[in-house]
DNA sequence: ACCTATGGAAACGTCCCGTTTCGTTGTCGC
DNA sequence: GCGACAACGAAACGGGACGTTTCCATAGGT
């Protein structure tokens, strides 16, 4: 999808210009699928979605608040419900999932660049811990709150296991290590399911 | 125009001054240690320095270098051997250690800079997986080689675990939560060893 | 005595940040 | 109708940091 950048967009009046938005959006996902996270600045989006800076600082006032909208973009569009019957199965399916999705989209770049991000900045550090956080972790915790009720796991462990499950996917995303590494994961997924549930 | 030179160290011939090696990696640290990640610069760290800019880049070509160096020299004062007994004990003691060190010095700065580096750089991304995680994970693997002969975890885990346990901590430092939450890293701890290994 | 690598200072050109100014556009309240 | 208002794009700003280059003084190696 190519943008019209001859005749620029004009304002329409004193309200939001929602083909603004999706501009910008679709700019920034641009550069993020092209450049990485490296290549990633306000001035290049703007350029390419034909828009002044202004108007994205209007609406994104951090390079996070942009990254976050990029990755909340693309996982609208894959609404994942994993239930395979077993804990094991389960964060298999889930982590291989995160990592291919990491690997096939702009997704693991604005990660990438939400963690970056928050290193040097105290508002980045709450966009990540607070924004994006939540709900990246919301289909573990489902998974893990199944788990309990079927005893496979403690529910006093479901925050550690998650925080486990997290880092390793984190870990490997920030080092350069999305292959899809089946065996190594299996391996995980099935540590972290054996921990102090009862046996069925 | 000639001007006299102030006091600063001087040329010592045509061989590296070791001088000049101590100060700036003095000021590096002290620079991490007061303004964090977020303040360093080259040329702030030149400025308290009292060195020149090509100086450093003469002998740490890129960022990561630097803060790499700055790692190793924290790291240099703290040798740790741990040997509780237990792979619950001695993961635990080598986690909330790690959590302290980074609280206490420079030492986290450095590894929250390192991972943040390597997202945008591709030759910072080896630095840290070349040069600083091997022996970063060295002790962990030290106490896992042990932990398997005892019967405690299967070798082929080894390598997993010590996954599961960095990207814990990692995860725990990039998101700014280096408290010591004993509680949740012994859960951690127990977890970890209590995988697939032989029961005693 | 020359060669050469070092050290510090200063300045360079580039990039990007986040903000400000400006003129234009069109809607909405009056 | 009409004016206040807000959003739009373009351009420019001051600031900071990057990594490099030039310059000159220094002093060990040969």
Redesign the pocket.
Known sequence: MRLERRE??????????PA??A?ILAAAREVLAECGYR??????VARR???????I???W???SDLLLAVHSAERAARIEATDTGSLAGDLSTIGRGMLAAWRSSPAGEAVRGLVAEAQAGEAALVVLWERFMPPWTEPVRAVLGRAAMRGEVEPADIEVVTELFAGFLWRRLLTGQTDDDRAAIERMARLLSSGRGRKP
């Open positions: 620029g967009r004009r304002s329409i009046g004193a309200r939001r210009n603004a938005e501009a290549g990633f600045s306000v001035d290049e979605a034909g828009a002044g800076k202004p108007t600082y209007r609406w006032p951090t390079r």
